[in-house]
């Protein structure tokens, strides 16, 4: 069974910083692509960054030099280190796997809320 299971989330205040995991199981994760897609209240899915099986990595300019993708194959794991988290990044944060972001290969997501 294929399967995605975030976690990290939490509140931080605006500043701060949060690393995200995505734990992967049931297929061939060094092999896939992966994403991380946010959706906040009210609004539709957003890309917000994806490494390839090559590691090579692309990132919206909402989070450019802010957020950093990694992957450890060796853990079957995908990252998502954020940096400078602004209070417009609050949202559901999710995992996907494939070339396409919005694969329906996702996990159900763990919550980031940027408050003071």
């Known amino acids: 069974e294929v399967q995605l299971v975030e976690s990290g989330g939490g509140l931080v205040q605006p500043g701060g910083s949060l690393r995200l995991s995505c734990a992967a199981s049931?297929?061939?994760?060094?092999?896939?692509?992966m994403n991380w897609v946010r959706q906040a209240p009210g609004k539709g899915p957003e890309w917000v960054s994806t490494?390839?099986?090559?590691?090579?990595?692309l990132s919206a300019n909402s989070v450019k030099g802010r957020f950093i993708i990694s992957r450890d194959n060796a853990k079957n794991t995908l990252y998502l280190q954020m940096n400078r988290l602004e209070p417009e990044d609050t949202a559901l944060y999710y995992c996907?796997?494939?070339?396409?972001?919005?694969?329906?290969?996702r996990g159900q997501g763990t919550q980031v809320t940027v408050s003071s």
């Open positions: 490494i390839d099986s090559g590691g090579r990595t």
């Open positions: 049931g297929f061939t994760f060094r092999r896939s692509d």
């Open positions: 996907t796997a494939g070339p396409n972001w919005g694969s329906p290969i």
